[in-house]
């Protein structure tokens, strides 16, 4: 066969000759180095075994571990410290954390039960006694802590021929995340993995190849002759075209290098440091040009020592993930970078690709959302409100400390668990709609619901819960807020029972005011025959009057006393001692708040023209001496001197008027000027002139300027309350007096001058009892009424109100019954026509009064309907145009509901 010449002639002669040459040197040292290749064969083997177990753990160390289910073989690691070890599924499958050790160690098991191939993970002072190296194990470990990074020996003559080899591991970041304690650094040699390799069937199969092998090298040189011939004609043609080749993959090079120009990330290769070639973000990142970097080795160049073997050992990898370093730019500014590497092959030269990424501002943004996280939870931990987090099976999620101190369980007892453990027993079956309901809202909303601790104890709290949505608006679960408000429930009880005590003392405080001016009238009408009587009737009447006035003017604390106390006994840690304190307080100072109540009462029915005269005889002197007796202990322990002057002749002190409503008036300006004087005198005058009896209040107190002097009579205006250590009051005093005066045909005045003192001035006619005596209608002692044969409705929701108008009844005889609603009140008029006359509270749950009068009247038109509210004034024509008959306000006095009970029965007679 003739060759023609060709640019592979020469080489081809070459090469069939190298051919024979090489299979003749093989089959030479195949014979006498068997043995070498044989033991690099096993640990090439060995080598592949332990880059097995290198690549497993770093698969799992890149993921942070993996999750497997717990079983008998796969128990929790109890040497594995670290957050969320163990986990549970929403469907209830119990999960564990495998960290790469403890996944080598099961490997290296299954390995040995099915290919009775033993490995080991150890180190010299092991976590785990189990892994405790031997002796061998034992020298290996040294050697690599002197550099070595590879032991083995062969045990070719025992019974049981096997090959010993062990590699080190090097810790790397993710070691110390789980680690931290143990005191190792980053490139640290940390333990290793030993491998016993059994041998017998290697050495079967080493001889049997050796056979082989003959045969197999003379067939194999014969092929390759063959592939000789045929190779050299392949070459002739391909020549051509490896030239057109060539030019392509210039281009495309060409291509890939303007390509890589336009990322914005720096993109490095390299081998093993030293640099190949740089795109423009990169030499922009690093601020310098390609060409002074070329062929420079980027570790030296650019980065800290610790950081060196970090870059090496990462790159060198056929991937290195994404993992941070610092590098220091041709300034010398010091920046973070993530770097990503792959190894990658161009003509037959194995380089790496790294790209360089700046993250500077990537880890400033995520160091602030770590502080703005960390306040986040702060607050989460520190309220004094329990906040709960709940999934959509109403699991917990999240549970703070106020949770545990208000309910008794800790997160561990609750996490995972369902709601139905804070719900009594007997609400249990409510569960299910109270979720439906919350997870229907679109909107937070409050709700009061009973509860039960860990201990068993039932406690009220009040709830507010929100609904979490995503982006989409879809419901992904609930975040409640929960405040236990059982005291504070308990405290409003007690004030709420204080309050009706107030009311009934009030009450029988009225009841004793209005027998005492029925008795001062009967007295009057007896006074020739009974002057001893008389005598005996007025001390009472100074006692008992000076006790109303006492209570109506020494019991008064602002409003914001009880709300300002109310609000601390809502902190559920204040000391029971406390607590009961302000409790005490609240209740004190609900009573002073009644007198304020009474004035404006009073105005109202100033106002509304409800206020009437009690005219009788009186004595002016007797009523300074009753001022006198009762203003002068408050003044003994001041610097201030309190006078009452009476400059009326005797034949002229005796008066028609309404005493009471004058020793209002005087309580009123007395007290004003007390006050307001911190030291000097106070002197009340009064003077006959003309027809009228001029009285003045006079003080050396701080004055009032020009510009107040009209507006102090106005409702609720108060010149200095302003003034610190001035006691506060309803702003009614002033507004009253002058109401009563101008009721009584009078007028009142006021003269002042700032820091010199103030004086008050108020006239009403001087009418003598002789002048209309024939004309006072002086009626006889009513006697009790009785109302034996007449059947009562009370509709009462109240408990106290209903048991104040039974107490009122019982005294007549009467029988009634009560309704707690507006429907029972229907039900009863629909059912029972006995009844005679119906008291209608208006404001009561399910049916108003309003409502149940306008179903009576249509049943039972003719039935008398007494409305009875605490809003008289602003209803009266609301329950007239529902149909009640007669209305009356609360609190209701005695004397008024009989004569309404006594008109509307003789109106049936």
Known sequence: MRIKRNPFYKYFVFIVIGWTLVFSVILAYDKFNNKASFKEITIAIADAYFTKDLAFREWATSHGGVYVEVDSLTPPNKYLNVDERDITTPKGRELTLMNPAYMTRQLNELLYDKYNLVGHITRINPIRKENAPDAWETDALNKFSLGENKVFEFFIDEPN??????????VSQACINCHNNLGYKIGDVGGGISLNLPLTEYLKKSKSEIKFGYISYFILWLIGMLGLVLAFKFFQKKYESEKKATLEIQQISERY?????LTFEGILLHKEGVIIDANSALCKLLECKIEEIIGKNFIDLFLYDEHKDIFKRKTFLEHAYPFEIEIQLKSGIII???IESLKTKIDDIVISTTAIRNVFSRNQAQAAIDKVQKKLNLHFELTPLAVIEWDLDFKIVRWNLSATRIFGYTFEEVIGRRSDFLIPGSKKEHVTNIWAHIKGMRNGEPTTNLNQTKEGKLITCNWYNTPLLNEYGNLIGVASMAQDITEQKKNIEKINAANYELMAAEEEIRGANEELTTTNQALHNNMIDLENAIIKAEESD???????????????????GIIGFSQLLIDPDIASEKRQSFTDIIISSSNQLLSIVNDVLDISKIETGQVQLRLEPISIQTVFKELEVFFKPKTEKSDIEIYFENNLPEANDSIITDKGRLIQIFNNLINNAIKFTLKGQIRIQSNLIDNFILFSVNDTGIGIGDAFKTKIFERFHQVYNFLRDVPKGAGLG????????ELMKGEIWVESIIEVGSTFYFKIPFVQPEKIEEQMDINEENEKPLFSELKILIAEDVDYNYMLLTEYLEETQASFIRAKNGVEAVNFCLNDYDI???????????MDGYEATRKIKAIRPSIPVIAQTAFAFDEKQKAFDAGCDNIISKPIKKEILFDLINQYIHQEK
């Open 542 to 560: 100074r006692l008992k009057t000076a006790f109303l006035a006492n209570m109506s003017h020494e019991i008064r604390t602002p409003l914001n």
């Open 836 to 846: 005679d006359l119906v008291l209608m509270d208006i404001r009561m749950p399910i």
């Open 336 to 338: 973070p970078v993530e």
């Open 161 to 170: 021929p096997i090959l010993r080899y062990m590699k080190p591991l090097h």
């Open 734 to 741: 002033l507004t009253i007096c002058k109401s009563l005066i």
């Open 257 to 261: 290098k303007q390509l890589s120009n």
